[in-house]
């Protein structure tokens, strides 16, 4: 069973900067891909942004220049950085682990989910 909680989420104002952290547990996280997906209100659960095991990234394009993922294999987290945040940014933000593809940016390869964390950008 793998454990994965996110935290750093909160309430920030357009153009601001969150960095967001995802500890993972229960299994070691080098030996997958992590993602990081957000799900607005009313909306489906969408790709932000992923790492493979040996730290090649893959973005969003709504994302693009504005996040930047990365990993510390030696500690099991996965972070996102991002930066100059819209209003659209705002949705609940949630880590993923993938066991079996490797930068993947659909949802059902992702093998094993966090409970989310809320990222509100205020105009």
């Known amino acids: 069973q793998v454990q994965l909680v996110e935290s750093g989420g909160g309430l920030v104002q357009a153009g601001g900067s969150l960095r967001l952290s995802c500890s993972v547990s229960?299994?070691?996280?080098?030996?997958?891909?992590m993602g990081w997906f957000r799900q607005a209100p009313g909306k489906e659960r969408e790709f932000v942004a992923t790492?493979?095991?040996?730290?090649?990234?893959l973005y969003a394009d709504y994302v693009k220049g504005r996040c930047t993922i990365s990993r510390d294999n030696s500690n099991n987290t996965v972070d996102m950085q991002m930066s100059s945040l819209k209003p659209e940014d705002t949705a609940v933000y949630y880590c993923?682990?993938?066991?079996?593809?490797?930068?993947?940016?659909?949802?059902?390869?992702?093998?094993?989910w966090g409970q989310g964390t809320q990222v509100t950008v205020s105009s």
């Open positions: 790492i493979s095991r040996s730290g090649s990234t």
């Open positions: 993923s682990a993938d066991y079996r593809f490797g930068l993947s940016t659909s949802v059902v390869n992702y093998d094993y």
């Open positions: 229960g299994r070691t996280s080098n030996t997958c891909a």
